[in-house]
């Protein structure tokens, strides 16, 4: 196993050592490695449309069991996106639900501020890893070599979106949000105080939003039914809640500038 940007690879060695890397630098890594020996294979873990279908069976399996809990109606639908594969694992079997008419949940997904690919990215073509080996994809992007600040949701620093993802936002059928990486952690540790689990710093973003929701509700005097995806532990990032809990941790919110500099690297198509 190798930390990315490695020394190993030409889409590596572009980056200085002490670079945060990213997960598009971490494709355009892979890809490469693949491409040249035969022997080797990749399998995207993000991004492409089939990833997210296969996921879905996390949402098919909470549309059953909330039947079965006899819950007949679901508000709100909540997950957290980095390339888009647990949010529309979970959200795409309520879509179905809501498109056919048998539920009618708003679904939201929630980013971090420092890469706000759905809420601040353009709709348009782009490469989906850093060096531009992949196809290109008519994708939410902030630019292909778009570095995100190094936030511990590091799952969450990608900067493009699945395409599926994408048309959905486009289309209106789902929101998006972004949130500051604090309020996530402040939010997970009152996850983990109240129910034993404690959460990846990923899904920390879902379930901040989700206090958001509930408290709102409460304030309302209404009580929704809200789904929302934990999709990770956080056991192998105690060092993120150690910074957290010793005031270490900064919010790093993409500037105009930075947003509009990390843009013109998109390839004019068509
Ligand atoms: C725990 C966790 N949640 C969420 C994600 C985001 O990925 P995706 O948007 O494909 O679900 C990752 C990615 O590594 C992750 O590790």
Do not use: W
């Not at 294979?41 to 991004?47: D, E, N």
């Not at 909330?66 to 007949?72: C, I, N, P, R, T």
């Not at 993409?254 to 004019?268: I, K, M, N, T, Y």
Request: net charge negative; hydrophobic share 40%; glycine share 10%.
């Amino acid at each position: 196993m190798h930390r990315s940007p490695s020394r190993l690879t030409e889409s590596g060695k572009a980056f200085a050592d002490d670079h945060p890397g990213s997960l598009g630098i971490a494709i355009s890594e892979a890809v490469e490695t693949a491409a040249q020996d035969p022997a080797t294979k990749y399998a995207l873990g993000s991004v492409l449309n089939h990833v997210l279908l296969h996921q879905t069976v996390i949402g098919q399996e909470a549309v059953l069991q909330l039947a079965k809990a006899g819950e007949d109606s679901v508000d709100l639908v909540v997950g957290c996106a980095g390339g888009g594969s647990n949010f529309a694992g979970l959200a795409f079997p309520f879509l179905r639900e809501k498109l056919a008419g048998r539920l009618s949940p708003r679904v939201l997904a929630v980013e971090p501020s420092s890469c706000p690919t759905l809420t601040r990215g353009e709709y348009r073509y782009d490469f989906g890893d850093t060096a531009g080996l992949t196809p290109l994809m008519k994708m939410h992007t902030l630019g292909h070599d778009f570095v995100p600040s190094p936030i511990h949701a590091g799952g969450l620093r990608y900067h493009g979106m699945a395409p599926l993802v994408s048309h959905v936002v486009d289309q209106g059928l789902v929101e998006a949000t972004a949130l500051h990486q604090r309020e996530c952690f402040e939010a997970a540790i009152e996850f983990a105080r109240t129910q034993g689990v404690v959460p990846a710093p990923e899904a920390s973003h879902a379930l901040a939003q989700v206090r958001r929701e509930a408290l709102a509700a409460r304030e309302a005097g209404t009580s929704p039914v809200i789904v929302v995806g934990l999709s990770g532990h956080g056991l192998l990032e105690l060092g993120a809640y150690e910074a957290f809990l010793a005031g270490r941790l900064e919010d790093d919110p993409l500037s105009d500038d930075d947003l509009a500099e990390a843009l013109r690297g998109v390839p004019a198509v068509g």
